[in-house]
Antibody, heavy 119, light 112 residues
């Protein structure tokens, strides 16, 4: 069965960077796009961007342009999301989610990774 | 800033029918982009509930149904059950936001 397993919780200081991983299994890694979605405490869902694991191309939400980088490692079926210049407002649970086509729905979700930004 | 608007909360007694609206605009739902719905139980990751406006993934009870018309979409839950108490989000694509996928503001369903 499809599984997306994310790395563990992180605590970072303002101004630092964080890199969250998402390891996929149960399907052909390069056949599904991967998105990153975040959810601040008590808030709704916010889309951050998409990566095509096949060629590595990316598209980011305007809000995160210049601060987010999504990469993948096909040898380990893992995608990464790095967010830099962290501020307290970036405290959130970060999810990876797969879609079968570029404009498609988020079919499978990781368990989430809590990133806390605090001095 | 969500561009899809949902009511903050809806409630109903067990067995009743509730509906959740998702209102967008001409750059997302009204432009013909599909609407998808997700259920998020407390403390867990969202789960796909409805895709492509009205399709249920395998394993989702037929008590859940989706529809779309014009610049809006709706999720209906019939025969409400205690385990349906959760947050629900609609999602679509918005052509005015540089390739952005957009979520609704979210609706908390309470079973009375």
């Amino acid at each position: 069965q499809v599984q997306l397993v994310q790395s563990g919780a992180e605590v970072k200081k303002p101004g630092a960077s964080v890199k969250v991983s998402c390891k996929a299994s149960g399907y052909t890694f390069t056949s599904y796009y991967m998105h990153w979605v975040r959810q601040a405490p008590g808030q709704g869902l916010e889309w951050m961007g998409i990566i095509n694991p096949s060629g590595g191309s990316t598209s980011y939400a305007q809000k995160f342009q210049g601060r987010v980088t999504m990469t993948r490692d096909t040898s380990t079926s893992t995608v990464y999301m790095e967010l830099s210049s962290l501020r307290s407002e970036d405290t959130a649970v970060y999810y990876c989610a797969s879609s079968g086509y570029y404009y498609g729905h988020f079919q499978h979700w990781g368990q989430g990774t809590l990133v806390t930004v605090s001095s | 800033q969500s561009v899809l608007t949902q009511p903050p909360s809806v409630s109903g007694a067990p067995g009743q029918r509730v509906t959740i609206s998702c209102t967008g605009s001409s750059s997302n739902i009204g432009a013909g982009y599909d609407v998808h719905w997700y259920q998020q139980l407390p403390g867990t990751a969202p789960k796909l509930l409805i895709y492509g406006n009205s399709n249920r993934p395998s394993g989702v009870p037929d008590r859940f149904s989706g529809s779309k018309s014009g610049t809006s979409a709706s999720l209906a839950i019939t025969g409400l059950q205690a385990e349906d108490e959760a947050d629900y989000y609609c999602q679509s694509y918005d052509s005015s936001l540089s390739g952005s996928r957009v979520f609704g503001t979210g609706t908390k369903v309470t079973v009375l």
